[in-house]
């Protein structure tokens, strides 16, 4: 294997490591199903798993899905919720009617006179919380969920629900991209985005109103454009474009904005680096040749291009929050609730938190809600892709595509949880534990170094189908 062998991202070429094996074309398959029978079924299985399980989520979710409510349902009239407003008859008449998963019964009694009911008889004395994000997220679900109300789909919330499968679709077929990109054999592709399909991580941010749902999708759709950048191909435009919507949908998304601006810095100064150290080679006809570039002459072509995109994505998302902060403290209307999550800092939760997102991300949220087998889909994605990113981060040729992304990922997955406690503490005053889902948008990043690190192994992709996919069937008997 050459020095640069790996850096090239196409089918091929290989950047599976030291005991890469050849890619060999399916036989006895047409084009378009090689081509498009894996995206094909990944989306049909997201389809099915998000219309088999919104209608068995007869409670409202505990994450938060009470003031999503509020915030879904005010949107035609307000368009944003402010600071300190109070939530309205709707979120509160769905908590009586409802209850709250693993917290609140429905209440027959109760659910007739919600509307008359004090502040005090709701969660957070009866205001939200959700005016810390933008309108983004909730915009879009409640565009998307106007067909399904005129198609006969009775409730807001149900229909909101229903659009997580746009969200988890994109996201499959964005990592799909991303780990074909890096000549990751398809049955390991399809395993993976199976398992993420069926697991916790996107049973929670997809068969409810979640502002986790379109976190995988950014997280994959930036991963996407980055192997191609780091490939040689275009896509840096469309990158600043992505990371100011990822922290626009949710600001938590600044952890794949900052893998995104990591690794292209990293690989830029690399690049100057290998300038100054190299001679430049003799200028060729590009007609001439179809030879592939190798990684390090990718990186010196591109160096400054790497450099300028990531600084830009970085200081535009930081940006588009900053400027978000000041238009939520403009329209307040009062102080937040008191949600009684708060403790003070300390060197041992800095610690915690930055192993939070290494260890949890695919797993229950909430700890406890979830049936086997959708548990069983999480723990085998925590294990895999943990075990993937570690291997290529300490396994694979130094600068190689695979490598550089393991590394950024593995970086910003340690150094996310402080930054954030950190940064919750300097403006109000305390911090509270993170929940491990505010690294969702990490997930596609984890589950490629996996892809890679599995693909170099013949057996992998029918051995790790063999789990997946009898456990995807599975979670669609329980959630």
Excluded at 385 to 408: E, N, Q
Excluded at 410 to 425: Q, R
Aim: proline share 6%; net charge neutral.
């Amino acid at each position: 294997m050459s020095e640069h062998q790996g850096t090239r991202v196409s089918e091929n070429t290989t950047t599976q490591g030291p005991r890469a094996g050849r890619q060999t074309p399916s036989r006895g398959l047409p084009r378009v199903v090689r081509d498009y029978g894996v995206p094909a079924l990944l989306v049909l299985f997201a389809l099915v798993s998000v219309i088999v399980h919104v209608p068995q989520n007869e409670q409202i979710s505990p994450i938060d899905e009470f003031v999503y409510s509020d915030y879904l349902d005010k949107v035609p009239t307000e368009g944003v919720v402010r600071q300190g407003e109070e939530t309205g008859d709707y979120a509160r008449s769905l908590v009586k009617c409802n209850g709250v998963l693993l917290y609140l019964e429905p209440d027959a009694e109760q659910c007739a006179t919600s509307e008359q009911l004090p502040d005090g008889a709701f969660p957070f004395g009866g205001r939200t919380s959700a005016d810390i994000y933008t309108p983004a997220y909730f915009v879009v679900t409640w565009a998307a969920a106007q067909p399904l109300i005129w198609l006969g789909v009775d409730d807001l919330l149900d229909a909101g629900s229903y659009v997580g499968f746009l969200w988890l679709a994109g996201a499959l077929l964005f990592l799909y991209g991303a780990l074909r990109q890096m000549a990751v054999p398809r049955l390991v592709g399809l395993a993976l985005g199976l398992l993420v399909a069926a697991s916790p991580a996107a049973f929670w941010s997809s068969t409810y109103v979640s502002t986790d749902a379109p976190a995988m999708t950014f997280g994959a759709a930036v991963l996407f454009v980055v192997v191609r950048l780091l490939s040689g191909r275009g896509g840096g435009g469309a990158l600043v474009v992505l990371s100011a919507l990822a922290v626009l949908f949710k600001v938590q998304n600044i952890a794949v904005v900052g893998m995104a601006a990591l690794v292209l810095v990293g690989s830029g100064a690399v690049g100057l680096w290998e300038r100054r150290r190299v001679s430049p080679a003799p200028a060729s006809d590009p007609l001439a040749s179809d030879a592939p570039a190798s990684g390090s002459e990718v990186r010196q072509r591109s160096a400054v291009r790497f450099i300028v995109v990531g600084v830009l994505s970085a200081v535009l998302a930081v940006a588009v929050q900053v400027a978000w902060t000041a238009v939520r403290a403009m329209i307040s209307v009062g102080p937040s609730p008191d949600q009684a999550t708060g403790s003070p800092l300390s060197a041992r939760a800095l610690v915690r938190e930055s192993f939070k997102f290494l260890g949890g991300i695919p797993l229950d949220p909430t700890g406890a809600a979830n049936g086997a087998a959708i548990s069983l889909a999480g723990f085998v994605l925590w294990a895999v892709t943990l075990g993937g990113l570690i291997g290529v981060a300490f396994v694979w040729r130094p600068l190689t595509t695979a490598w550089s992304l393991a590394w950024a990922t593995m970086v910003i997955a340690l150094l996310l949880g402080p930054l954030l406690v950190l940064g919750v503490s300097v403006s109000e005053g305390y911090y509270f534990p993170l929940p491990a889902r505010y690294g969702l948008s990490l997930l596609p990043s984890f589950v490629l170094a996996a892809g890679v690190f599995l693909g170099s192994r013949p057996a992998a992709g029918r051995v790790l189908l063999a789990v997946a996919a009898p456990v995807a069937v599975l979670t669609l008997f329980g959630s």
